[in-house]
T-cell receptor
Framework: NAGVMQNPRHLVRRRGQEARLRCSPMKGHSHVYWYRQLPEEGLKFMVYLQKENIIDESGMPKERFSAEFPKEGPSILRIQQVVRGDSAAYFC?????????????FGQGTRLTVV | AQSVTQLGSHVSVSEGALVLLRCNYSSSVPPYLFWYVQYPNQGLQLLLKYTTGATLVKGINGFEAEFKKSETSFHLTKPSAHMSDAAEYFCAVSPMNTGFQKLVFGTGTRLLVSP
């Protein structure tokens, strides 16, 4: 059973470009969480999704950021018109239904660098 | 809002010495409590968690933590440090008012182990 897969592991974007980060949850997991880790800081919750539903997006910046978790395929975190402040490590976690963080596993993260 | 305080951004110990990493949370209702370890350029690995029951929790790699409600603390300990324990450690809580669906992280403590 493969773990939570995130790709790419490293992503470099110029200011103004779009960044797409992908997360494939563990088999049997239908809940996905995205967290952002800024340099020298802890992780901050961004969004919680179930298949085809956004459950809680209270941590998402109001503009330029969006997330989806379609019926088929990975969850996508999309950042439009990236700025230098978006440079961070973005982590995805997945869990089985109704288990939440108590049974969540984290991926290895995508490190986004905006130049 | 729920918060997590990790005292000491860096802790240095000698190999074989006791490891003590401190974590305090702010909440009138005990949340679920977690400790994660992050090795360089890696994702987060769960060390241990407390949800209910016995307040002394044993985790992987010889680590354990004790939930003390009166002190709102969940300090992480290991009797004898090993060089391979050098990493960043994050304390996290999952508050009841989020339905235990989110993780709120501390800012992390970097553990340095010297020979």
């Amino acid at each position: 059973n493969a773990g939570v897969m995130q790709n790419p592991r490293h992503l470099v974007r110029r200011r103004g470009q779009e960044a797409r980060l992908r997360c494939s949850p563990m088999k049997g997991h239908s809940h996905v969480y995205w967290y952002r880790q800024l340099p020298e800081e802890g992780l901050k919750f961004m969004v919680y999704l179930q298949k085809e539903n956004i459950i809680d997006e209270s941590g998402m910046p109001k503009e330029r950021f969006s997330a989806e978790f379609p019926k088929e395929g990975p969850s996508i975190l999309r950042i439009q018109q990236v700025v230098r402040g978006d440079s961070a490590a973005y982590f995805c976690a997945s869990s089985p239904p109704d288990r939440g963080p108590t049974e969540a596993f984290f991926g290895q993260g995508t490190r986004l660098t905006v130049v | 809002a729920q918060s997590v305080t990790q005292l000491g951004s860096h802790v240095s110990v000698s190999e074989g010495a006791l490891v003590l990493l401190r974590c305090n949370y702010s909440s009138s209702v005990p949340p679920y409590l977690f400790w994660y370890v992050q090795y360089p350029n890696q994702g987060l690995q769960l060390l241990l968690k407390y949800t209910t029951g016995a307040t002394l929790v044993k985790g992987i790699n010889g680590f354990e933590a004790e939930f003390k409600k009166s002190e709102t603390s969940f300090h992480l300990t290991k009797p004898s440090a090993h060089m391979s324990d050098a990493a960043e450690y994050f304390c996290a809580v999952s508050p009841m008012n989020t339905g235990f669906q989110k993780l709120v992280f501390g800012t992390g403590t970097r553990l340095l182990v010297s020979p």
